[in-house]
């Protein structure tokens, strides 16, 4: 099994950066794709960034150019860059890990407040 946690999140003025971790426990992270979710107050959760067990990267457009994901599996983590942050990026950031095949996951980690202040 794999558990996740985050960390990284905080409060930052319009223009600035925070990178996001997420560690993950359990043998199976290299065979995951990971995903960054974010959810504001009264809206759905959507897909902020995803990146496959390969590696290959996914980018929500709206931080298209401003967010980066990154793996590290030798450390079991996953990183989100973020970068020109602006007040519409203020959510709870959730990482996400989903495999298929035999032994089929889905799990999510508790979340982290990223409050972008004008």
């Known amino acids: 099994q794999v558990q996740l946690v985050e960390s990284g999140g905080g409060l930052v003025q319009v223009g600035g950066s925070l990178r996001l971790s997420c560690a993950a426990s359990?043998?199976?992270?290299?065979?995951?794709?990971m995903g960054w979710y974010r959810q504001a107050p009264g809206k759905q959760r959507e897909l902020v960034a995803a990146?496959?067990?390969?590696?290959?990267?996914t980018y929500a457009d709206s931080v298209k150019g401003r967010f980066t994901i990154s793996r590290d599996n030798a450390k079991n983590t996953v990183y989100l860059q973020m970068n020109s942050l602006k007040p519409e990026d203020t959510a709870v950031y959730y990482c996400n890990a989903r495999k298929s095949g035999i032994i089929k996951l889905d799990v999510w980690g508790q979340g982290t407040q990223v409050t972008v202040a004008s």
């Open positions: 359990g043998s199976l992270f290299s065979e995951c794709g």
């Open positions: 990146i496959s067990r390969l590696s290959t990267t």
